[in-house]
């Protein structure tokens, strides 16, 4: 089993992630994207052995059952489909209900399904792909594994809202939290990077790409995390406001505003792209700022202030820390971001190690900065959720 292979799946409502994992090594052994699914330019891109594919699929409609058979296609054309043993597929949210990871049948399909209300844009597209896979390996175990069961392990003072109780047992408004495979993983690997048992240490997890979270966890546990009900709150993000006043909701709904318009408004057209009025890409925000960009600016210094309010706020839950985990796109890429938070967080001793903060980019892992007064480090720690899925389903096995 040590050498097998699982196909990882990540629907989404208009794409399908996908990538073959070595379950020993965590390397990809095959991984692709189709994407712009329902539109005529629907196209799948892959990479095997270094190099690069496309392909067009056709119509536009069952993109994601379209997009499957190709995969079947793949797997079977590279001759991986001996060595696959398992299907596993990411799914955003799992409720309560959800605290593992599961094999999967129509009943636990029906579940995810039943879910959406809680994260619409993303379980009704996981069923889908669920349903696409299963009908297209019939003979192989396929598993869910949940952004949100690594989160079960929060206090309920963590995750409970000041809100009317009703609210929670008649609609389960309450935090659920998200990124826990990434969060998962890179707190077992920063664990390992410090020749520590897990169990044993404290970190706060930063994932910041595209969608961003903070994570407290606490001997190897979650026990606190950033987002909440839905992946819009927390930190800003690339087109997500992150925490707001709900009265402005309200308001803008009292001036005519639709329901829809609100939450396109907060979900599609806030973050990076608001503030700056110019790109949800932080890439774009820091050429923008070299070149005098006053919006780009203001969206640097807003994403940079509430993220080290985030991690100071996190030494609550915390009775000591190890360190300060930087991961995702943005998190172990960006020198200057890291550096901006670094700063902010002097008043806990934090320093940038200026030498490991260049070195630790695209892909390497390694110290960033430290803080004598709490003895911890700053990290980077290259996040691997595909790994994690694979694993967890391996062991179900």
Known sequence: MSNSFVLVINSGSSSLKFAVIDSASGDAVLSGLGECFGLEDARMNWKFQGE??????????????????????LVKEYKLIEDVVAVGHRVVHGGEKFTKTVRLDESIV???????????????????????SMAAFPELPQFAVFDTAFHQTMPAKAYTGAIAKELYT???IRRYGFHGTSHYYVSREAAKMLNKPVEESSFVSVHLGNGASVCAIKDGQSVDTSMGFTPLSGLMMGTRCGDLDPGIIEYLMKKGWSQEKVFEALNKKSGFLGVSGLTSDARGILEAMEEGHEGAKL??????YRVAKYIASYMVALDSIDGIIFTGGIGENSLPIRREILNSLKLLGFTEDEKGNEA?????AGIVGKSEMLGAVAMVIPTNEEFVIAQQSIELL
């Open 52 to 73: 690069k594919f496309d392909f067009a699929i056709q119509g536009t409609e069952n993109h994601h059952q379209l997009a499957v058979a190709k995969l079947v296609e």
């Open 170 to 172: 008649d609609f389960g």
């Open 110 to 132: 029906a579940d995810v399904e039943a879910l959406s209300d809680l994260a619409p844009l993303h379980n009704l597209a996981h069923a889908i792909g669920m349903r696409a």
């Open 299 to 304: 969206a640097f210094q807003v994403f940079t």
């Open 360 to 364: 630790a980019r695209f892909g390497a």
